[in-house]
């Protein structure tokens, strides 16, 4: 029997209703297969400085660094409320930020799937989707401008001022590449490097340890694309891209268009992977206008412990499942909030019966 211990940050916002849906699906697996999961929670983002002055507490360091995977929701409040909370101790300054600089999770995975069967999703016309959309977005975690030095202050003319870094080293660079290539070799062998070397320097060295990595996967085809470009692209013709590899801020805001282009965030699991530690999360935010309605769409949190699954616990069989009880879920008709349109003949559920309804299709489902 197999023992994982899993630290449970549930977040802000919408963070412990779809954490909630997430720990039910993980308690089926329980159930499935030989192995038992300890669930950690510990406070982290806003609520954890509310509770204790502090957005990444030490004991929820401490659990953090006990447990095998961290399963994490999003933190933050609204605009107005951040406001409450001092600048350097707001959620991803304070908690985010840190949490990924203590365990170097460089590389970040973000699936932007759906298929033709859901094409209706999208605000996308099913032309656009033909038989899929199915690319993964590889976005550097810990470098960048957010990661860099910062300073605000006020200069010698007596006018506020703000400045801050954009770094990276060739090992940096080279790191994101390995990923980006290996998995680019595992699916289609087409991988589009998103750069913008025609004005920041970072893009030349960034292009030039790509080319340099490349050597080393002859069957994987590189189109370069600069990243203003690929934001058109990805609204007009999405299926042309299989893996994309990118720096921290473009991976940030080009992943959250891949939610648009599905139709909602709600939609946007991922993974985020370092040497010794990895942990998981939906790429949206705390979503406040919609906390507490129990309408938040749980897939991205229940994705992300499939994508913990199969990265930190070797059962992709499962993590299978559970992707395939999620589309089923779908197949049948229903959908959360954010995803029904009036009068399109889908059956509206909330997070709980979502929730649920993945539970039941993955008991249906034959054991591995
Ligand atoms: P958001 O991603 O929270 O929400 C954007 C829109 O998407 C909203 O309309 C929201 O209702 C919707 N949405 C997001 N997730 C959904 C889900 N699972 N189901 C249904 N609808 C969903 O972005 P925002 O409003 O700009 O940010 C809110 C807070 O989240 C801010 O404090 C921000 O800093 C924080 N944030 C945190 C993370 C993180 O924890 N990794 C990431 C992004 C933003």
Same mark, same amino acid.
């Given at each position: 029997m197999k023992h994982y211990k899993i630290a449970i940050l549930a977040g802000d916002g919408i963070g412990p209703e779809i954490t909630q849906e997430a720990v039910k699906v993980l308690k089926v697996i329980e159930e499935r297969n030989d192995v038992t999961f300890e669930l950690l929670p510990a406070a982290f983002g806003a609520c954890a400085y509310f509770e204790s002055g502090s957005a990444f507490p030490h004991q929820t360091k401490a659990i953090c660094d006990e447990a095998d995977a961290i399963l994490?929701?999003?933190?933050?409040?609204?605009?107005?409320?951040?406001?409450?909370?001092?600048?350097?101790? #707001?959620?991803e300054r304070g908690a985010l930020l840190p949490l990924?600089?203590?365990y170097n999770t460089y590389a970040n995975f973000r699936p932007v799937s759906l298929p033709k069967s859901l094409a209706h999703f999208s605000p996308l016309k099913a032309e656009v989707i033909? %038989?899929?959309? &199915?690319?993964?977005?590889?976005?550097?975690?810990?470098?960048?401008?957010?990661?860099?030095? @910062?300073?605000?202050?006020?200069? &010698?003319?007596?006018?506020?001022?703000?400045?801050?870094?954009? %770094?990276? &080293?060739?090992?940096?660079? !080279? +790191?994101?590449? #390995?990923?980006?290539?290996?998995l680019a070799s595992k699916r289609r062998k087409l991988l589009h490097n998103i750069h913008k070397s025609n004005?920041? @320097?970072?893009?030349?060295? /960034?292009?030039?340890?790509?080319?340099?990595?490349? @050597? %080393? !996967?002859?069957?994987? +085809?590189v189109v370069n694309m600069l990243v203003d470009a690929a934001a058109t692209a990805l609204c007009l013709k999405p299926t042309q891209f299989d893996v994309m590899v990118m720096e921290n801020m473009f991976g940030d805001i080009l992943s959250d268009q891949g939610g648009g282009i599905l139709g909602s965030l709600g939609l946007m699991p991922s993974a985020c992977i370092g040497p010794d530690k990895a942990y998981y999360e939906p790429s949206h935010g705390s979503a406040p206008d919609i906390a507490g309605k129990n309408i938040a769409n749980p897939y991205s949190m229940i994705g992300s412990v499939a994508m913990m699954l199969?990265?930190?616990?070797?059962?992709?069989?499962?993590? @299978?499942?559970? /992707?395939?009880?999620? #589309?089923?879920?779908?197949? &049948?008709?229903?959908?959360?909030?954010?995803?029904?349109?009036?009068?399109?003949?889908?059956?509206?559920?909330s997070t709980v019966e979502f929730g649920d309804k993945v539970v039941e299709k993955l008991r249906q489902m034959p054991k591995v």
């Open positions: 994490k929701g999003p933190i933050g409040l609204s605009h107005e409320d951040s406001k409450r909370i001092p600048i350097d101790e #707001q959620p990924r600089r203590r033909g %038989e899929g959309i &199915d690319l993964v977005i590889v976005r550097e975690l810990v470098g960048g401008l957010y990661f860099g030095e @910062k300073e605000m202050g006020v200069n &010698d003319a007596g006018l506020r001022y703000v400045r801050e870094t954009l %770094e990276y &080293d060739e090992a940096q660079i !080279y +790191q994101i590449m #390995q990923q980006a290539f290996k004005v920041l @320097k970072s893009s030349v060295l /960034w292009n030039e340890v790509m080319e340099e990595v490349a @050597k %080393e !996967y002859p069957d994987v +085809q199969e990265n930190s616990f070797d059962m992709e069989a499962e993590a @299978k499942n559970v /992707w395939a009880a999620m #589309q089923g879920v779908f197949a &049948d008709g229903y959908s959360t909030a954010d995803l029904s349109k009036p009068g399109s003949g889908v059956t509206m559920i």
